[in-house]
T-cell receptor, first 114, second 111 residues
Framework: EAQVTQNPRYLITVTGKKLTVTCSQN?????MSWYRQDPGLGLRQIYY???????DKGDVPEGYKVSRKEKRNFPLILESPSPNQTSLYFC?????????????FGPGTRLTVT | EDQVTQSPEALRLQEGESSSLNCSYT??????LFWYRQDPGKGPEFLFT???AGEEKEKERLKATLTKKESFLHITAPKPEDSATYLC????????????FGTGTLLAVQP
């Protein structure tokens, strides 16, 4: 089954404790991205990757890191999480094309930072 | 300021009662407008892409249309299973390639 998977699905952590949220897709997509979703603010892009070893900042990259060493994986790293990073996070991928955003989203990771 | 606004925020319909959701945008250099459906506890699911004014796309009870300033998602004779949050997103920009999501319309269809 074609899908985007994320782990963990739920995470409660404390301020300053480094964490990684994994994302993997089995559709051989070049483009992958991370979003956070907050009430009243909609989905906002954190980072994106056009292909392996190429990543770039989205609209809200502060406090996050990413890496893209393999085509299928795109982990999101929070080096020192803070309470304002409490949010619902989505990973997404899309096939190559003319710049469209017909993205496939993962199931989401609900992160709480206390 | 570049932005995407969806209205209404929430909509409650009776089964079979047709209606429309609105997505208005103020961006320059529209590349595409996208509609997604999001069920509770799940990631958004892609529905439609519209690229130019006058374009229309249909899927079952849903029909998306696009003008120069807004898009409509028409829902004809909705069923309870159409209940979800519908998100609109706009890809725009010349040299830069940006994407903005609206905050969504929460649709509840009652039997």
């Amino acid at each position: 089954e074609a899908q985007v998977t994320q782990n963990p699905r739920y995470l409660i952590t404390v301020t300053g404790k480094k964490l990684t949220v994994t994302c993997s897709q089995n559709m051989n997509h070049e483009y992958m991205s991370w979003y956070r979703q907050d009430p009243g603010l909609g989905l906002r892009q954190i980072y994106y990757s056009m292909n392996v070893e190429v990543t770039d900042k989205g609209d809200v990259p502060e406090g996050y890191k990413v890496s893209r060493k393999e085509k299928r994986n795109f982990p999101l790293i929070l080096e020192s999480p803070s309470p304002n990073q409490t949010s619902l996070y989505f990973c997404a991928s899309r096939p190559p094309g003319q710049g469209g955003y017909e993205q496939y989203f993962g199931p989401g990771t609900r992160l709480t930072v206390t | 300021e570049d932005q995407v606004t969806q209205s209404p925020e929430a909509l409650r319909l009776q089964e079979g009662e047709s209606s429309s959701l609105n997505c208005s945008y103020t961006v320059s250099g529209l590349r595409g407008l996208f509609w997604y459906r999001q069920d509770p506890g799940k990631g958004p699911e892609f529905l439609f892409t519209l690229y130019s004014a006058g374009e229309e796309k249909e899927k079952e009870r849903l029909k998306a249309t696009l003008t120069k300033k807004e898009s409509f998602l028409h829902i004809t004779a909705p069923k309870p299973e159409d209940s979800a949050t519908y998100l609109c997103a706009v890809n725009y920009g010349g040299a830069t390639n940006k994407l903005i999501f609206g905050t969504g319309t929460l649709l509840a269809v009652q039997p």
